[in-house]
């Protein structure tokens, strides 16, 4: 997840200031990518490809569409685990943020989810839910709820004390305070929490398909390693740190399209 | 000439739960159609008075009456001005106008034909599909007193609206509201610590003592303002005076 100099890129920029940040990012991938070239060909380790065999590596892996099959069966279990994520974080994050007693009952276990290292408790879910597409969606569901609920949480408990004076000043009800300036106030926090947990979700599919049992880009990993295949198994390392980090920058610009800094509440 | 009440307040007393005492057997009569202002050092507890006025506080002691009704929370009659505006940052300054009719249920095209009314009186006709973080401090003021046009309440709170306005933009705001306010015959009660503003607008002027609130003098700043320029009234012996009598009795409580 670079944050290059596109990261400055707003919506309003004009086309010669997007043209020179596209030439900068392209600037820094080609150096990045030269280093990784000599750095393979010096070699660093007889396991470390260089660049261009990775690439190769990738376009075999693509075109014996072993990297598709790979794909199909490791999103499953991740847009399964984001999806149950999104509704259980979003739903407890709000319900902790409107009710003093919801959130009584489980800020402290979000709490404590957020600062553990819940990779750990990994092992644990195969002891109980097994080695299926479960325990891995489990595995996505542990590590993105957390962020996700409270994110949600502090978009809500932060309203602006003003606009809600504002709003019961103005003879509205509970509900209108929460469906027209609690929530709206909330959601671009709410989204961004969303963004992290799917950046955390990745880290959970991958963990679990090469800690439960390798299926997946995890099963293309672990067997490339174990034939020392290594440009294949770079290959497949590279290709799902791109999918996502192409993914989690795409959520950032639609976070920033639709809930600009400017007219967002929080 | 002793117009009617609009608003009483009965021996009014507010201790905050951490034990602090803002205000102290309040007993004022707010004259209806008129500008009142609440005038106090900080600390004085006038915008807590407001609030409770407003029901948005309740008073642990005494009541306050609104058209013969005691008050027990926020009312049609009554509109709130805030000091840091509070308008919504996602909204349209169309939408924020028209919010309190929002909430109340009116239709869509109702709101915002009253909206754009609204918006063309506070002078900021062409800028309904602004936000407020397009507009100035003042800009985003007078979209907070549209607001509370619109509602057609008789009774305005405004609590230290011009406070994060700068000097020039103030002064044209204030002349603008004695213009707006005019023909309304709104009961305006306008919380302040400025002892200019206080004179410059208001029939009368309740001073406050600090710490507990309570009043110290209910002053008629009797000056003519028909027909007379602000600079006219800024040089009237009147508005002299009662500027001057204020700050003598302010003094004491500055140290």
């Known amino acids: 997840m670079s944050d290059g100099p596109a990261a400055a890129g707003r919506a309003t920029a004009g086309g010669g200031r997007r043209a020179s940040q596209a030439l900068w990012l392209g600037a820094s991938f080609a150096l990045a990518f030269g280093v990784w070239e000599a750095a393979g060909r010096w070699p660093v380790s007889p396991a470390f490809p260089p660049f261009s065999a990775t690439v190769l590596a990738l376009g075999r892996l693509a075109a014996d569409g072993s990297l598709a099959r790979a794909y199909a069966s490791t999103l499953q279990p991740l847009v399964i685990g984001i999806a149950v994520s999104a509704v259980a974080g979003i739903g407890f994050g709000i319900g902790m943020g409107l009710s003093r007693a919801v959130e009584w009952v489980s800020l402290p276990v979000f709490v404590i989810a957020q600062a553990a290292p819940m990779a750990a408790i990994i092992p644990l879910i195969t002891y109980v839910y097994g080695i299926g597409l479960t325990a891995k969606v489990l595995a996505v569901v542990v590590l993105a709820v957390p962020v996700i609920t409270m994110n949600s949480y502090k978009g809500i408990r932060h309203t602006n004390p003003s606009l809600l004076e504002m709003c019961r000043a103005f003879l509205g009800t509970r509900r209108q305070q929460v469906l027209k300036v609690v929530l709206p106030h909330a959601g671009g926090l709410v989204f961004a929490g969303l963004r992290l947990g799917v950046a955390m979700g990745f880290i959970g599919v991958v963990i679990a398909e090469l800690l439960i049992t390798p299926t997946g880009i995890g099963d293309l990993i672990t067997y490339h390693s174990s034939v020392a295949d290594y440009p294949e198994m770079f290959a497949a390392i590279a290709s799902i740190i791109a999918l996502g980090a192409v993914t989690v920058r795409g959520l950032e610009r639609l976070e920033r399209r639709l809930f600009p800094p400017e007219i967002r509440g929080a | ?255």
């Not at chain 2, 803002?22 to 807590?48: E, F, H």
Request: a neutral charge; charged letters at 25%.
């Open chain 2, 1 to 255: 000439m002793t117009p009617e009440a609009a608003v009483e307040v009965r021996g009014v007393g507010k201790t905050w739960e951490t034990g602090v005492e803002a205000l102290r057997d309040v007993t004022v009569a707010l004259p209806r159609g008129r500008l009142t202002t609440l005038l106090g050092p900080s600390g004085c507890g006038k915008t807590t008075l407001l609030k409770i006025i407003g029901g948005l506080v309740r008073p642990t002691a005494g009541e306050v009456r609104v058209a013969g009704r005691t008050v027990e929370g926020p009312g049609p009659e009554r509109a709130f001005v805030f000091q840091d505006f509070a308008l919504l940052p996602w909204a349209t300054v169309l939408r924020n106008v028209a919010f309190g009719l929002e909430l109340r249920g009116v239709p869509r095209e109702a709101r915002e034909a009253i909206a754009r009314g609204r918006i063309a009186e506070v002078g900021l006709a062409g800028f309904e599909a602004s936000y407020p973080h397009q507009l100035s401090g003042g800009m985003r003021q007078r979209v907070g007193l549209a607001r509370a046009l619109a509602v057609e309440a008789d009774i305005i709170l405004m609590d230290e609206p011009f406070s994060s306005v700068d000097e020039q933009t103030r002064r044209q705001f204030q002349e603008d509201l004695l213009v707006l306010l005019r023909d309304r015959g709104k009961t305006v009660i306008f919380v302040t610590h400025s002892i200019e503003e206080a004179v410059y607008l208001s029939d009368r002027v309740v001073l406050l003592s600090p710490r507990p609130g309570s009043v110290a003098r209910v002053l008629h700043p009797a000056i003519e303002r028909e027909r007379r320029s602000a600079d006219e009234i800024r040089r009237d012996k009147n508005y002299l005076d009662a500027v001057d009598e204020i700050w003598q009795i302010l003094k004491q409580y500055v140290r």
